[in-house]
Nanobody, 122 residues
Framework: QVQLAESGGGLVQAGGSLRLSCVVS??????MAWFRQAPGKEREFVAA????????RYTDAVKGRFTISRDNANDPVYLQMNSLKPEDTAVYYC?????????????????WGQGTQVTVSS
C-alpha cells in the first residue's frame, strides 16, 4: 500500500525558512510534486520534479524562493522554502505518480499525503 507522509511544517515569521519532507512507503516514484491549499481557497500547484531527468517546475509565486529536491528515487522529496511570506500560509501536500510527468494538474496525481500546516506570521 502506497503512503505519503509530509512533515516539517510549522509557524515561522515572514522572511524565515522551512523545509518540508515527504516520505514515500510502498512504492518509488520518479515524478512527484507539492501542492498547497490556503484557507477558503482551492488547492494549487507549487512545485514538481521528475527526478531522473532533473526536470523541475514551479508556480510563479514561489520561483526563486522554493526549491524541490531529492537525492535519489527512493529518498524523501523536500521542499525548501525561503523568504516566506504570509501568503504562503497553507496546508502543503505531497503528491506522486501523475499521468504526465511534471504535471501541475491536481487531478492527474494518483497518490496524496495528508498535508502539513505552514503558517507565516507578518
Amino acid at each position: 500500500q502506497v503512503q505519503l507522509a509530509e512533515s516539517g511544517g510549522g509557524l515561522v515569521q515572514a522572511g524565515g525558512s522551512l523545509r518540508l519532507s515527504c516520505v514515500v512507503s510502498g512504492g518509488a516514484f520518479n515524478s512527484m510534486a507539492w501542492f498547497r491549499q490556503a484557507p477558503g481557497k482551492e488547492r494549487e500547484f507549487v512545485a514538481a520534479m521528475h527526478w531522473s531527468s532533473g526536470y523541475t517546475r514551479y508556480t510563479d509565486a514561489v520561483k526563486g524562493r522554493f526549491t524541490i529536491s531529492r537525492d535519489n528515487a527512493n529518498d524523501p522529496v523536500y521542499l525548501q522554502m525561503n523568504s516566506l511570506k504570509p501568503e504562503d500560509t497553507a496546508v502543503y501536500y505531497c503528491a506522486a505518480r501523475p499521468r504526465v510527468a511534471g504535471s501541475i494538474v491536481e487531478d492527474e496525481y494518483e497518490y496524496w499525503g495528508q498535508g502539513t500546516q505552514v503558517t507565516v506570521s507578518s
